[in-house]
């Protein structure tokens, strides 16, 4: 069945690179930088209601050779967090429905994150859940620059 097209307004829509990722630990109150202190990735809203999220840790080795072997290829997907979808914005939440994703648990889940734009900067915050790479509830603060 064909999915009704969307169309999205507002300053969210474009592409946004990663400037950093930090998690908090519900529990601890302890704050890391997950991926790095110079994470990579982008985000993109699209006026077609779609999205999409890469994150990659930053000193992340390249294999030795074109096919990794199997302790390089966990050390690569340790490493790397990316899904796409559509998008829905209401007050200061996005939701992220979830189509595709490196971790196949989200893939057909909502996403809600609290979300502020301030001039080219735009910020993501996690609402407390169980962090997919650390197991542990936390919350995670995620800052975007407009790539222009």
Not at 13 to 32: C, H, N, R
Not at 90 to 109: C, M
Request: hydrophobic share 30%; glycine share 8%.
């Amino acid at each position: 069945m064909p999915q009704e097209r969307q169309n999205c307004t507002g300053p969210q829509l474009g592409t946004w690179k990663l400037e950093s990722f930090t998690t908090e630990d519900v529990a601890t109150g302890q704050k890391t930088d997950l991926f790095g202190a110079h994470p990579s990735g982008y985000l993109n809203y699209g006026p077609d209601g779609r999205m999409y999220a890469i994150l990659i840790k930053d000193e992340r080795k390249a294999p030795a050779d074109l096919v990794p072997t199997d302790t390089e290829s966990v050390d690569l997907y340790s490493g790397l967090c990316s899904y796409a979808g559509t998008y829905s914005i209401e007050d200061d939440r996005v939701s992220h429905h979830i189509d595709a994703s490196w971790n196949e648990s989200w893939t057909g889940t909502t996403q809600v994150r609290q979300f502020k734009i301030d001039g080219k900067y735009l910020y993501i915050k996690t609402l407390p859940s169980r962090n997919p790479v650390t197991g542990r509830e936390s919350t995670s603060m995620l800052v975007w620059t407009k790539v222009e």
